[in-house]
Nanobody, 123 residues
Framework: QVQLVESGGGSVQAGGSLRLSCAASGYIYIRHCMGWFRQVPGKEREGVAGITSDGRTKYTDSVKGRFTISKDNAKNTLYLQMNSLRPEDTGMYYC?????????????????WGQGTQVTVSS
């Protein structure tokens, strides 16, 4: 069973940067994908960025050019570098793991979640 632990959230002003980390442990399938999702109260969890086991990445339109997803396979750690943050980026960020090969920004496609890390961007 894979376990995920996120870290790196916090409070920043608009225009600032944060880097989220997600440490994975347990048995990780060779073929898998991981993603970062964001959720605000009263709304569904939405996909922000994803990466496959062979390094292909996808981003939701609102973060393209500002966020970068990456992973360190040696450390089994997923990252999300967030630059030029905006108030609308505020939310709880969750790391997700899927045994599927291709990333889709659908929470239902992901099997395992971390506990989340809060990101708050003030104007």
């Amino acid at each position: 069973q894979v376990q995920l632990v996120e870290s790196g959230g916090g409070s920043v002003q608009a225009g600032g940067s944060l880097r989220l980390s997600c440490a994975a442990s347990g048995y990780i399938y060779i073929r898998h994908c991981m993603g970062w999702f964001r959720q605000v109260p009263g709304k569904e969890r939405e996909g922000v960025a994803g990466i496959t086991s062979d390094g292909r990445t996808k981003y939701t339109d609102s973060v393209k050019g500002r966020f970068t997803i990456s992973k360190d396979n040696a450390k089994n750690t997923l990252y999300l570098q967030m630059n030029s943050l905006r108030p609308e980026d505020t939310g709880m960020y969750y790391c997700g793991y899927s045994g599927g090969y291709d990333y889709t920004p659908l929470p239902t496609q992901f099997d395992i979640w971390g506990q989340g890390t809060q990101v708050t961007v003030s104007s």
